[in-house]
């Protein structure tokens, strides 16, 4: 295989065109390194070529310890290259190793495309779990999801009635069924037996095609027991069967053949919050959520993965002090729903979160005043449950206790027609937080209502330039240390806010972009997917602000856990003297994925920067 036939199979070269592609190709110089030959030196010279592994396998070692080893088509060199300064970590060779070594000016070249800059923000934030998470040997977590299979799958016919695929069960010993059904799978759980049909009053003789769920989420045999333990608890499902290369079915793992991941998971949390009879014991529960997000994060779990998991389990909470209040209060005299709002609805929670939410309900025959009433109690209920688990109330008073956040479905659509009006900073506010919304539980929906409305304002041309001064009210800081935006006095003097120096301002766009090209979508990461498929956003720009958004993410999860490590409340409020010479780097790099886009935003709506 030639140079340029290998080097087209990995990132970041498979973006490069063909004719790009022959010219790094003519640069390319070969050289073979025996085993154990340093080939970089932590604290040595700064790297001049950029190495592409050929054949063969190196080892990144930090402070003498391993923490990763690499293989054919893996890149390194590339954070000493770019920043000219001594690498991180000693690189050696694990093997008798073949490099591609590139230039350093061709490198540049290359890293500073765009597919270059979105590779350069993953290796980073990849480097950054690796020195975090991996340098011992690999625990459970790090077991790949295969190696739990314990028998291959049991399966029922769609047409087995479900009394029969109950004694199937039984006589196998196992708490689910597949069923084959429309060209893929089915499954049929012990949970379906009882909330499908015991609960439900179903005839024995129902089907099971009839209860299963399809198709069924799997799992490839080689996704980490941390990530499959995430998927599985995003999705809601605790059965997961596992594929092998050929799409195959090997076997179904459950949420119990991953609890060996230690006893601080989100499964054992949200049980515990399940089984609450009190709203204290629901916020007893509920403060054990630092201690869940320390595993993920030491299990290297994708970041924005863990604020998903954090939002899910104040969903959990959430739906359970609703259920107890109604138990107390009675259940309210008109459907209702309890919304999400601004990072809760967009499910991107870390543990400095506070309380963003409101009630929504019909209101028949003008009795606003009197629904109101009887929602009033069950808010502050729940409002009051959340805050003693360790979610703050919010100092903007975007909550359900608020009068101005229980409105009736038709009150909604007003005040999201006035605020679409409003230009105002007070107007901007609340369309950043209302316009981010999703709704928990309730009897009511209103969703279809606010998402036209939400559509209505993205043919707005007035709201959308709005959104855009929104997106560039803030910028941040073009380079690091030196004239990084710092805090300046209070408690948190000399420290940078990751979430508003960063995360928010990505945020600000996708909700832009999203709006623009109006599409439903509320997390980040799909706004700007979404858009980018709308063709309202540069699909290179999609993906650097989505790696950007990763990478910031990486960062403020990891100061976070070390916070709990020590005891202390979690921020956002990053100390830039801790951080070693990737994470800079890495921030540097983010930093000016959101000037350039911002740059194109400005530009798009005719606005000045300042």
């Known amino acids: 295989m030639d140079v340029a036939t290998f080097l087209s199979r990995y990132p970041p070269f498979d973006a490069l065109a063909p004719d790009e592609l022959a010219r790094v190709?003519?640069?390319?110089?070969?050289?073979?390194?025996?085993?154990?030959?340093?080939?970089?030196?932590?604290?040595?010279?700064?790297a001049r070529y950029l190495y592409v592994v050929r054949k063969g396998a190196v080892e990144l070692i930090a402070e003498g310890r391993l923490y990763d080893l690499l293989s054919d088509g893996d890149v390194f060199g590339q954070f000493s290259l770019l920043a000219d300064e001594s690498p991180t970590s000693t690189v050696r060779a694990h093997e008798d190793t073949l490099c591609y070594l590139i230039r350093a000016d061709v490198a540049d070249e290359i890293l500073g495309t765009s597919a270059g800059r979105s590779f350069v923000l993953g290796t980073m934030r990849a480097r950054l779990a690796a020195g975090h998470g991996a340098m011992d040997p690999p625990g459970f977590s790090f077991r790949a999801v295969g190696g739990l299979v314990r028998r291959s799958p049991v399966s029922a016919d769609p047409g087995m009635s479900v009394s029969a695929a109950a004694e199937r069960m039984a006589a196998e010993h196992v708490s689910c069924l597949l069923v084959p059904m429309r060209q893929g799978w089915g499954i049929v759980t012990d949970r379906d037996l009882r909330s499908r049909v015991l609960a439900s009053h179903?005839?024995?003789?129902?089907?099971?095609?009839?209860?299963?769920?399809?198709?069924?989420?799997?799992?490839?045999?080689?996704?980490?027991?941390?990530?499959?333990?995430?998927?599985?608890?995003?999705?809601?499902?605790h059965h997961s069967p596992v594929t092998g290369p050929d799409g195959s079915i090997l076997g179904v793992v459950t949420s119990t053949d991953l609890m060996d991941i230690g006893r601080d998971t989100p499964f054992s949390i949200r049980g515990q919050i399940e089984r609450a009879r009190t709203r204290e014991e629901v916020a007893?529960?509920?403060?054990?959520?630092?201690?869940?997000?320390?595993?993920?994060?030491?299990?290297?779990?994708?970041?924005v993965s863990v604020g998903r998991i954090v939002a899910l389990v104040v969903d959990a909470m959430t739906t359970r002090l609703l259920t107890l209040g109604i138990e107390r209060f009675g259940e309210p005299s008109?459907?209702?729903?309890?919304?999400?709002?601004?990072?809760?609805?967009?499910?991107?929670q870390a543990l400095s979160t506070d309380q963003d939410h409101a009630l929504a309900f019909d209101a028949p025959d003008g009795s606003v005043d009197t629904v109101d009433a009887s929602l009033a109690e069950l808010a502050e209920f729940v409002t009051g449950g959340l805050a003693d688990a360790g979610i703050p109330r919010c100092k903007g008073d975007a909550m359900a206790i608020h009068p101005s956040m229980r409105r009736s479905l038709e009150g909604w659509i007003e005040a999201l027609e006035t605020w679409r009006h409003?230009?105002?900073?007070?107007?901007?506010?609340?369309?950043?937080?209302?316009?981010?919304?999703?709704?928990?539980?309730?009897?009511?929906?209103?969703?279809?209502?606010?998402?036209?409305?939400?559509?209505?304002?993205?043919r707005d041309p007035a709201f959308l330039r709005h959104l855009a001064h929104r997106a560039?009210?803030?910028?941040?800081?073009?380079?690091?240390?030196?004239?990084?935006?710092?805090?300046r006095k209070g408690e948190h003097t000399g420290r940078f806010d990751v979430k508003h120096g960063?995360?928010?301002?990505?945020?600000?766009?996708?909700?832009?972009?999203?709006?623009?090209?109006?599409?439903?979508?509320?997390?980040?990461?799909?706004?700007?997917?979404?858009?980018?498929?709308?063709?309202?956003?540069?699909?290179?720009?999609?993906?650097?602000?989505?790696?950007?958004?990763?990478?910031?993410?990486?960062?403020?999860?990891?100061?976070?856990?070390?916070?709990?490590?020590?005891?202390?409340q979690p921020d956002d409020f990053v100390d830039p003297s801790t951080l070693g010479a990737v994470t800079r780097r890495g921030l540097k790099e983010a930093f000016h994925v959101i000037s350039r886009t911002q740059r194109v935003v400005a530009a798009e709506f005719g606005i000045r920067l300042q």
């Not at 107007?427 to 539980?441: H, K, L, N, P």
């Open 202 to 237: 179903r005839s024995p003789e129902t089907p099971v095609e009839e209860i299963a769920t399809f198709p069924v989420k799997t799992l490839p045999e080689h996704a980490l027991v941390a990530e499959a333990l995430l998927s599985m608890f995003a999705e809601g499902v």
């Open 422 to 458: 409003d230009l105002t900073p007070s107007g901007s506010i609340f369309s950043s937080i209302v316009y981010d919304f999703r709704r928990v539980t309730g009897p009511l929906d209103p969703e279809p209502e606010f998402e036209a409305a939400i559509r209505e304002a993205g």
């Open 25 to 46: 190709a003519a640069a390319v110089e070969i050289e073979h390194f025996p085993a154990g030959a340093a080939i970089l030196e932590q604290s040595g010279q700064p």
């Open 472 to 487: 560039l009210a803030d910028r941040p800081p073009t380079g690091f240390l030196r004239d990084l935006v710092l805090e």
């Open 284 to 303: 007893a529960a509920g403060r054990g959520l630092p201690q869940v997000v320390l595993s993920l994060v030491e299990a290297t779990s994708e970041p």
């Open 502 to 568: 960063g995360i928010t301002l990505i945020g600000n766009i996708a909700r832009l972009e999203g709006v623009k090209a109006g599409i439903p979508a509320k997390e980040t990461l799909d706004r700007l997917a979404g858009a980018a498929a709308a063709g309202t956003l540069e699909g290179s720009d999609a993906d650097e602000l989505s790696e950007a958004f990763t990478f910031l993410w990486e960062v403020r999860l990891r100061h976070q856990a070390d916070q709990v490590r020590r005891g202390e």
């Open 334 to 348: 008109t459907p209702w729903a309890w919304l999400a709002l601004g990072s809760a609805a967009r499910r991107e």
